[in-house]
């Protein structure tokens, strides 16, 4: 099975979120996007994949959303992906694929939604919050 995370290793859900793909059983193809970035095409297959608009992958924190001024409704679907792909920071991650869906994993928990073997046990997060996957899907 082939699962593949949009990583950054500098942020904390992404490295949790990373440890529970691993801690299910698999090791997915990580792509750390601020080195690769995903091409237009591919980041318009996510965002539809996950039933989501361009604005809701938006990432404020931590980017030049403010000095852009992204908050602003008038800029286009399509114009929100240039900035994107003009500034990778501007994507939220991680966005993680799988057979089962594709899912932006914030809160990381989220991954668990598309793993086939989701029942990891007690997972720790860096922060020292415990996610019990008792009753999830596979294993």
């Given at each position: 099975?082939?699962?593949?995370?949009?990583?950054n290793?500098?942020?904390?859900?992404?490295?949790?979120?990373?440890?529970?793909?691993?801690?299910?059983?698999?090791?997915?193809?990580?792509?750390?996007?601020?080195?690769?970035?995903?091409?237009?095409?591919?980041?318009?297959?996510?965002?539809?994949?996950?039933?989501?608009?361009?604005?809701?992958?938006?990432?404020?924190?931590?980017?030049?959303?403010?000095?852009?001024?992204?908050?602003?409704?008038?800029?286009?679907?399509?114009?929100?992906?240039?900035?994107?792909?003009?500034?990778?920071?501007?994507?939220?991650?991680?966005?993680?694929?799988?057979?089962?869906?594709?899912?932006?994993?914030?809160?990381?928990?989220?991954?668990?939604?598309?793993?086939?073997?989701?029942?990891?046990?007690?997972?720790?997060?860096?922060?020292?919050?415990?996610?019990?996957?008792?009753?999830?899907?596979?294993g």
């Open positions: 099975m082939t699962i593949t995370i949009y990583h290793p500098a942020c904390g859900t992404s490295r949790n979120t990373l440890a529970m793909i691993r801690q299910s059983g698999e090791e997915p193809e990580v792509i750390e996007y601020l080195k690769t970035p995903p091409s237009r095409e591919r980041l318009v297959e996510l965002i539809a994949a996950m039933g989501i608009t361009p604005r809701a992958l938006l990432r404020e924190k931590g980017t030049p959303y403010g000095e852009l001024g992204l908050a602003d409704p008038k800029w286009s679907d399509d114009e929100i992906i240039d900035f994107m792909l003009a500034h990778p920071i501007l994507i939220n991650r991680p966005i993680v694929v799988s057979p089962l869906g594709v899912v932006l994993a914030r809160p990381s928990e989220k991954v668990l939604d598309i793993l086939p073997n989701a029942r990891i046990g007690a997972f720790t997060k860096e922060d020292g919050e415990v996610v019990d996957t008792e009753g999830k899907r596979g």
